[in-house]
């Protein structure tokens, strides 16, 4: 196949194909839509930590990884007759042109939350009247982003606080609570309440909980791998410091990473 055969989505298609065909890849031709997800899974999380990174050229590739699992789930449903690349596509073309009718239609919206709004109130009327505003939340989703659509959807239907304010003071009373829990379950039940109104206060300030968290692990790793590093220079390792050493080379960890721009 010539390179550009290979720039094309049908020539794409053509290699997928093949793996699957009867003198393909064993191991491709071994796989199931069950037996795929892990990886479709993985290959979406290495595409979010190579927009992370901001490398052009590794989130090519990564996304290339992930659009390889879409397309052997396609060839799989092509083989079983179930649906095509072509469905596919038209599915979410129509789906698009259907909810943005600010831009493929007559209706106007000015503003990114405008959008959200009128996005939600169309796919609560493509599920029905009788199904629940919460329907349709993946339950693979990490725990974090889950919490935060079920509070963007409820928000839709007015079920929310009206201001900041409002869950800061509750907040304040489940963190008492957590405070005063003395058995493990009421520990667990408050503490997940603590979190889940954390991820509530991070839709307030209009940030996404999963992303903030995921920097604050990203400063962490720095930040420690840096303190390691340090003791390393000194002869030491950090298991064999007292904590107020090791706080210190937290301090010199911050001052280096803020002298090299991390």
Not at 21 to 39: E, I, M, N, V
Not at 75 to 88: K, P
Not at 120 to 149: T, Y
Not at 168 to 188: N, T, V
Request: charged share 30%.
């Amino acid at each position: 196949m010539s390179e550009e055969q290979m720039r094309t989505f049908e020539g794409f298609r053509a290699i997928i194909a093949r793996l699957r065909g009867p003198d393909g890849c064993p191991w491709d031709r071994a796989q199931t839509h069950a037996s795929l997800k892990p990886y479709l899974l993985e290959e979406a999380y290495e595409a979010v930590a190579a927009l992370d990174e901001g490398d052009p050229h590794r989130i090519c590739d990564e996304l290339g990884d992930l659009l390889l699992e879409v397309f052997l789930h396609v060839q799989l449903a092509e083989e079983a007759q179930e649906f095509t690349l072509a469905d596919v596509v038209y599915g979410i073309a129509s789906k698009i042109v259907r909810r943005h009718p600010h831009v493929f239609g007559e209706e106007q919206a000015d503003s990114p939350q405008e959008v959200m709004v009128r996005w939600e109130e169309l796919k609560r009327k493509e599920r029905g009247p009788q199904d629940s505003a919460l329907s349709g939340v993946p339950l693979a989703m990490p725990a974090l982003a889950r919490a935060q659509m079920f509070l963007a959807r409820a928000a839709t239907v007015g079920f929310e606080w009206p201001q900041t304010e409002d869950v800061l003071d509750k907040l304040g009373e489940e963190l008492k609570e957590l405070a005063q829990a003395s058995e493990p379950d009421h520990k667990r039940e408050e503490l997940g309440d603590v979190l889940f109104l954390l991820v509530n206060l991070a839709r307030y300030l209009d940030l996404g909980a999963e992303e903030a968290l995921r920097q604050a692990n990203r400063k962490f790793y720095q930040r420690f791998t840096t303190m390691e590093s340090l003791a390393h220079e000194q002869g030491r390792s950090l298991a064999d410091m007292p904590l107020a050493e090791q706080e210190a080379l937290w301090e010199a960890a911050k001052e280096r990473l803020r002298a090299e721009g991390g």
